[in-house]
């Protein structure tokens, strides 16, 4: 979908976080006009639905999140939305929602509990379970909300904000390098390092800061990470490949 032939005014500063709802997790996006009272979406069923239909994925997407961390294609979770939906979410012990994170966060992290230490291999993929957590009070299927449709974003500066603007908060995926992980504040631009692999993450603004144009972006790093963690990547020159691979997913109100 090329969101150049819109109509659409381009403002000089956006940050969706004041100005629309969104979620927390690069996998759902919801519209701008969205009226369900969602405040998360379950990427759990994601997890879920991978680990009993392992033959689809293995054969249709060799590296789709099936490979855990080893890649993925992120508009293959935006099309499960649209096939089977997906539940509200939240966080580790969050009772206002349909599937709760079912893994505690492990690690130090400033001003967030203490759990316990990370472990040294990944935990095992919970079986699925096409029921709520015992005590909300809502229907599983009830509490299911729809994609309506799921696209790629043209690869361009304009057409990644004129969907911002419209439509919410976008999924991108970069090229994460060594740098990266020592970012703090500022407007990053790759110095040093070598890749990491890909990365998922959400793009939700954009602004100038010091002359400099940037996206103002979620990352799924813990809060202590970066700003609040949230960083800032420099925009209009597709910076780690940025603009390169940008999705966009309407949610059914």
């Known amino acids: 979908m090329d969101l150049c032939d819109r109509d659409v005014p381009i403002h000089p500063y956006f940050n969706t976080m004041a100005k629309m709802l969104f979620l927390l997790t690069v996998f759902f996006i919801p519209a701008s006009g969205m009226s369900v009272d969602v405040n998360h979406m379950s990427d759990q069923e994601l997890v879920d639905y991978l680990n009993t239909n392992q033959h689809f994925f293995k054969a249709e997407v060799p590296t789709m999140s099936y490979e855990k961390c080893s890649g993925g294609y992120g508009i293959r979770a935006f099309q499960y939305g649209m096939t089977y939906g997906v539940c509200t979410g939240g966080a580790y012990n969050a009772k206002n929602c349909c599937k709760p994170h079912p893994f505690h966060p492990c690690g130090q992290h400033k001003g967030q509990p203490y ?22 009070n809502m229907d599983y299927n009830r509490d299911k909300i729809y994609a309506n ?5 043209y690869a361009s500066e304009d057409a990644i904000r004129k969907e911002i603007f419209t439509n919410g908060p976008v999924q991108a995926t970069f090229t994460a390098y060594s740098d990266l992980m020592y970012y703090k504040n500022g407007v990053y631009v790759r110095t040093w390092g070598k890749s990491e692999g890909g990365h998922v993450i959400k793009i939700i603004g ?19 990470w970066g700003d609040n963690g949230l960083f800032k990547i420099r925009r209009g020159t597709n910076e780690c490949n940025i603009e390169a691979y940008v999705n966009a997913v309407i949610m059914n109100a």
């Open 149 to 153: 449709s799921a696209y790629q974003v």
């Open 206 to 224: 954009w602004d100038v800061e010091n002359g400099v144009k940037y996206w103002l972006v979620s990352n799924s790093w813990s809060s202590d």
């Open 115 to 136: 759990y316990g230490d990370c472990l040294k291999n990944n935990e095992d993929t919970p079986s699925c379970r096409a029921q709520c957590q015992f005590g909300y």
